[in-house]
């Protein structure tokens, strides 16, 4: 695993819940936590999921330049959970990716707001289409959650599947992006994008999104 050094962790607040954001010498966010009820519980998340080995700087050390950079991440967090459609104006540490879960990634980021697809989907994409389990482990591990929208990839049967912020977390962010989800906990297959219309967007949006 490659060592990123210098890095610090960005906290704030949205709504009473925590989010801390990892960001390395060179303004990149390396990860950040999803919504937590305390500050230890988002650091401890923001750094458990960074692929890299990282060395913290202390905060009272962190730059304006720096902090900018961590607002404008919480700021498109908060705008995005309020139902938004904020644009990244921020740029991604990617290089601690494998290539295996920086194809996961690049395919998920390019999965159009108001649709989802599946695991076994985005394996097949990657020609591998043995792989979905592997793809489960590579997203719950995403670096970015909502910025990588994760919650975007189901179970074949259109039931919800894990999500590390919980399933109600999951339906919510699904709710807020237009997707219907049955009491039962299905989406409807209106909402679902098959392999091969995943392919086709697949080579867009998502490379250009994880390109370090």
């Given at each position: 695993m490659k060592t990123v050094a210098q890095c610090f962790v960005y906290v704030s607040k949205i709504d009473g819940k925590w989010i801390?954001?990892?960001?390395d010498e060179n303004e990149r966010i390396?990860?950040?936590s999803l919504p937590k009820g305390s500050e230890g519980e988002a650091v401890y998340e923001a750094k458990r999921v960074a692929v890299a080995?990282?060395?913290y700087k202390f905060r009272s050390e962190m730059d304006p330049?720096?902090?900018r950079v961590g607002r404008e991440v919480v700021e498109f967090i908060n705008s995005y959970i309020k139902g938004d459609k904020p644009k990244i104006t921020f740029k991604l540490n990617v290089e601690g990716l494998t290539k295996f879960m920086n194809k996961v990634l690049a395919i998920v980021s390019s999965i159009p707001r108001g649709f989802v697809t599946c695991y076994g989907c985005v394996a097949e994409v990657i020609e591998n289409p043995y792989a979905c389990r592997a793809v489960g482990r590579a997203l719950a591990?995403?670096?970015?959650?909502?910025?990588?929208?994760?919650?975007?990839?189901?179970k074949s049967d259109l039931t919800l599947g894990g999500y590390r912020g919980g399933l109600d977390m999951k339906r919510e962010l699904l709710r807020i992006e237009g997707v219907a989800v049955t009491l039962a906990?299905?989406?409807?297959?209106?909402?679902?994008?098959?392999?091969?219309?995943l392919?086709?967007?697949?080579?867009d949006a998502g490379e250009k999104l994880l390109t370090s």
């Open positions: 801390a954001v990892i960001i390396v990860s950040l080995n990282v060395s330049s720096t902090r591990m995403n670096p970015w959650p909502i910025i990588i929208p994760c919650h975007r990839v189901v906990g299905r989406v409807l297959p209106a909402h679902f994008l098959e392999a091969r219309r392919r086709e967007l697949s080579r």
